[in-house]
C-alpha cells in the first residue's frame, strides 16, 4: 500500500524551521512554534525530521550548505588575498542586521553561545565550522603574503585565530546592539594589524 504523499515541500518547511531557530535559539523555540512556522503537523515533523533535535542538526547542516558555503568559497578559493579579507570583513558588518532591526547575528555563532556547555552534535558542528572559518581565513592570509600585501606581526595561523575570533564577537556584538558603524570600526582595526 502506498502511503500518502507528503502535503509540504521538505526544503520549504526546512528554510522556516531555520529562521525561526535563527530569530529565537534553540531552547526558547518550541515544538508548537516550529510546527505552525513550517506549515506541518507534528506527525509530520516527527516523521520527517525525527523531532526537535534532529531536525536542529538538519538546519545547521541546511544553513552552512546555503548562506555560508559563499563564506568559505570567497576565503579559500584560489587567489584569495588580503582584498577577499576585506570584502568579508565588511560583509560581516554590513549584514548583520536585518530589515525592521531583527538582529539575528550567525546562526552558527549564536548556537555556539547557547549550547557550548553541552555535549553533543550541534556543539560538534559549530567547532567544526569555526575551524573552517579559521582555515580559510589563513588560506587567504597565505594568499595575502604571497602577493606582499601584509606585513602581519604574528604567525599566520595565529593571525588567522584572532581574525576568527573578532569575526565572532562582532557576530555576538551584533545581537547585543553595536551599529553598524561599530561594527566598521572593528573590521577596520582588525584588518589594520594586516596592512604593510
Known sequence: MVGRPREFVEEEALERACEL???????????????ESM?????????????????????????TETRLAAVISLLGDEGADLRSIEQYFG????????????R????????????????????????????????????????AQAAGQ??????????????ATVVQGM?????????HQQLRTTAAIALSTLML
Not at 550567525?106 to 553541552?118: G, P
Not at 557576530?171 to 551599529?179: P, Y
Open 21 to 35: 531557530f535563527w530569530r529565537q535559539g534553540y531552547e526558547a523555540t518550541s515544538l508548537n512554534q516550529l510546527v
Open 39 to 63: 506549515g506541518i503537523s507534528r506527525q509530520s515533523l516527527y516523521n520527517t525530521f525525527g523531532g526537535k533535535e534532529k531536525l536542529f542538526l538538519r538546519v545547521i547542516d541546511h544553513y
Open 91 to 102: 560583509q560581516v558588518a554590513a549584514g548583520t542586521t536585518m530589515p525592521g532591526d531583527v
Open 104 to 143: 539575528k547575528g550567525c546562526l552558527m555563532v549564536n548556537t555556539a553561545v547557547e549550547l557550548s556547555i553541552r555535549e553533543g552534535s550541534a556543539a560538534d558542528k559549530t567547532k567544526s565550522f569555526a575551524g573552517r572559518l579559521e582555515g580559510a581565513l589563513l588560506h587567504a592570509l597565505e594568499g
Open 150 to 163: 601584509t606585513s602581519a606581526k604574528c604567525s599566520l595561523a595565529d593571525t588567522a585565530s584572532f581574525l
Open 171 to 179: 557576530l555576538v556584538s551584533c545581537k547585543t546592539g553595536a551599529t
